[in-house]
């Protein structure tokens, strides 16, 4: 618990994202000052697991160490506390840093230099990984984590009919490829390939748990009050992941950095093959690289620096687990889309988890 305002004070500036059980806006202070405020919208029953995923967010932050190499903007406020009615309100309060924009927001609007793009990776790898990724305590194993996460997400796309096909399918056909369809993919994954085991086995670090560019705050000049140039904000997946594989962290950096995590969002995709109507079709899944909010991911490396440095700090990258989590965080998020978007995200997890199966164990950069 938090002994802080029930009802927090200030008038919002404007909303920065609308998010589907929480808010996050700047705030005007009544002595003037400057806020981000982040807090708990009126909750379904459903929605409940968003309460405690800020509340693992909180944690988080008050946890971080408070030095002058400090990665995370330091904690003002926080509160935990129902409201008149009885509804529950957690939030917190950070730092308004006015310079600073989020890099996927920054990568969308321009295409920087590919000097500007180094700089950026090689503050980014240093926040990494020697602010972030510090040995850690793993509360379960990732693996139990991934089985739940994926069986979950199985099942409830099993209720669309449009997917009946393809789930039931022991080989399939993707992108003129044979493959195992997304089930029968899994299970020999949870039961034949030792996999789940050897990635347990990786030692834990502490983790973001969001890492990609709209959670990296950065500026191109040094500010005048000290704050760093890059500041990480938003720790902490959503299904609540703090400790495990750095390599968690890195996929999903990647997944942004090379542009198919905002082709996916945008639906800027070819999907084929989804027609009850049409038994053994062959499915299609590509990326239109040519729209024009991918020309940052596609003219510039946004990538080679932070993953040497990624191999050269934590060793060979473990291609296995790498498209293991990929395919995890493609499924679940399939889940909770709708439309061309989940089709492509789950054909990218037919494609992560066949890949798993069959890639050789690591590689390095």
């Not at 000097?115 to 990494?128: G, I, M, T, Y």
């Not at 096909?165 to 044979?178: S, W």
């Not at 996929?251 to 989804?274: H, M, Q, T």
Request: charged content about 20%; overall charge negative.
């Amino acid at each position: 618990s938090y002994s802080m305002p029930l009802t927090p004070s200030g008038e919002i500036v404007r909303v920065l994202k609308d998010g589907y059980w929480d808010i996050t806006a700047v705030v005007r202070m009544p002595d003037g000052s400057q806020r981000v405020r982040k807090q708990s919208k009126p909750l379904n029953a459903d929605q409940i697991w968003g309460l405690e995923s800020l509340r693992r967010e909180i944690t988080y932050l008050k946890n971080q160490p408070d030095t002058p190499a400090r990665v995370f903007p330091p904690l003002l406020d926080a509160w935990d506390q129902p409201k008149a009615d009885g509804s529950p309100h957690v939030g917190y309060e950070i730092p308004f840093l006015a310079h600073h924009r989020d890099m996927g927001s920054l990568a969308s609007e321009k295409i920087p230099k590919q000097s500007e793009v180094d700089e950026f990776q090689s503050r980014l790898a240093d926040a990494l990984l020697h602010h972030v990724h510090i040995p850690a305590k793993a509360p379960s194993p990732l693996s139990v984590h991934l089985i739940e996460a994926v069986t979950d997400a199985l099942t409830g796309l099993g209720h669309d009919p449009l997917f009946a096909q393809l789930l039931e399918a022991d080989q399939i056909t993707l992108n003129g490829k044979p493959m195992c369809g997304p089930r029968a993919a899994w299970e020999k994954i949870t039961t034949d390939s030792g996999l789940l085991n050897s990635l347990d086995e990786v030692p834990a670090v502490q983790l973001h748990g969001d890492f990609f560019l709209e959670n990296i705050l950065w500026t191109d000049a040094s500010p005048s009050d000290g704050t760093p140039r890059l500041v990480l904000i938003d720790p902490v997946s959503v299904a609540g992941v703090i400790a495990g594989p750095a390599v968690f962290d890195l996929v999903k950096y990647e997944s942004y950095a090379k542009g198919e995590l905002p082709a996916l969002r945008s639906e800027w995709v070819n999907v084929s093959g989804f027609n009850p109507d049409t038994p053994g079709a062959d499915y299609q899944y590509t990326i239109n690289w040519d729209e024009v909010g991918l020309r940052s991911y596609r003219q510039r490396n946004w990538c080679s620096i932070l993953q040497q440095k990624f191999v050269d700090y934590h060793g060979p990258i473990n291609r296995q687990h790498y498209q293991l989590i990929d395919g995890y965080f493609s499924v679940a998020m399939a889940l909770n889309t709708s439309g061309k978007q989940r089709q492509a995200r789950l054909l990218k997890a037919v494609v992560e988890f066949n890949e798993a199966l069959n890639h050789p164990s690591s590689i390095s950069s």
